[in-house]
């Protein structure tokens, strides 16, 4: 079968072909070319053409197609089992290499997708603060969720509107829009709106919208303002994560957040992220506390033995 012949036949069966819309090759042309398998740094596809290959599945392969170490473990692990339902060590294991890491984190929660993790994170902390409000970024993506599905209205300081069809109005009521690295379009929420806001979400070195490091006097004042407010403060770490350093944006900007999240090199290319920070504000989730959240899926077996290799090769640098 050629490439052409393949995406038709997906197309039949997928919407637009693909289980993510980056993949179906928008913003740059033409059409996918289907894969057969992943050799470091190149991806091979059924017709038998190598590419260089510089996205690396959107992040999360650090060390390129096929990493022995990684590869490895994976394999001995699924010959132990897929799924258990049940605890198993390689959750403490992998929780255990992140806490060690991050000193702002004393306990993680692994779920399978970064939405995941962001959607999971943001719940908490409306459940710890006890507040609906939510401040997020333009140009910032923190994942698929409704209440983060939002671009800007009429002006940073309004409600947002769904960018999505399918998200009530409802849902993003709650969320304000501010705008990147402008310190006074957060003061201006947060006066506007006393005692309603009790998150605040920001990728600390922005991926989504180009390369945009956040300044560190932006981000210090974001620290005292989410204070001053009783607000979490949330750094979405899901890309820069384990990559921009092996702390992520933290050797950059020096500013710890209340929670955390990650994804990506965090799954060594399988499905897993995760969500962490302070031990008060995650002992809300269920069952210790009454912030529902679950997975089926959640600190996989699989996916926690590629993470473990994943991070221990980063660590032992
Ligand atoms: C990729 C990404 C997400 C979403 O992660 P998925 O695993 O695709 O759901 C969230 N936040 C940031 C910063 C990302 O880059």
Not at 8 to 17: E, Q
Not at 128 to 133: E, L, V
Not at 217 to 236: K, M, P, T, Y
Request: aromatic letters at 8%; charged letters at 20%; one cysteine or more.
């Amino acid at each position: 079968m050629t490439n052409k012949e393949a995406f038709g036949l997906a197309k039949k069966y997928i919407p637009g072909g693909v289980d993510s819309p980056v993949r179906a090759f928008g913003s740059v042309g033409g059409e996918p070319f289907i894969v057969e398998r992943g050799e470091g740094a190149y991806l091979v596809d059924i017709e038998g053409n190598r590419y260089l290959d510089f996205i690396q599945s959107w992040g999360p392969l650090i060390f390129g197609h096929c990493d022995p170490d990684i590869e490895s473990a994976v394999i001995a692990t699924a010959k132990k089992g897929l799924s258990f339902g049940a605890p198993s060590n390689l959750e403490t294991r992998l929780a255990k290499l992140i806490c060690d890491e991050f000193k702002n984190v004393e306990k993680v929660r692994f779920v399978s997708s970064g939405t995941e993790a962001t959607m999971s994170a943001i719940r908490v902390a409306r459940g710890f603060s006890g507040k609906d409000g939510l401040i997020k970024f333009e140009g910032c993506y923190h994942g698929h969720s409704d209440a983060l599905l939002v671009k800007a209205g009429s002006g940073a300081t309004t409600y947002g509107n769904a960018s999505s069809g399918g998200v009530p109005a409802d849902v993003v009521k709650n969320t304000y829009l501010a705008r990147y690295n402008d310190i006074e379009s957060v003061r201006a929420i947060f006066e506007a709106n006393p005692g309603k806001i009790g998150a605040l979400i920001i990728e600390p070195i922005a991926g989504n919208m180009g390369l945009v490091p956040a300044d560190n006097e932006f981000l210090s004042e974001l620290r005292r303002l989410c204070d001053q407010n009783g607000a979490v403060l949330i750094f979405d770490e899901v890309m820069s994560g384990f990559r921009a350093s092996r702390h992520g944006s933290f050797e950059f900007n020096g500013i710890e957040a209340d929670l955390v999240t990650f994804g990506k090199v965090i799954g060594g290319g399988c499905p897993a992220a995760a969500f962490g920070g302070k031990a008060a504000i995650m002992d809300c989730l269920s069952p210790e506390g009454a912030v529902y959240q679950a997975g089926t899926l959640s600190g996989n077996p699989v996916a926690m033995a590629a993470g473990i290799a994943s991070l221990s090769k980063i660590f032992a640098d």
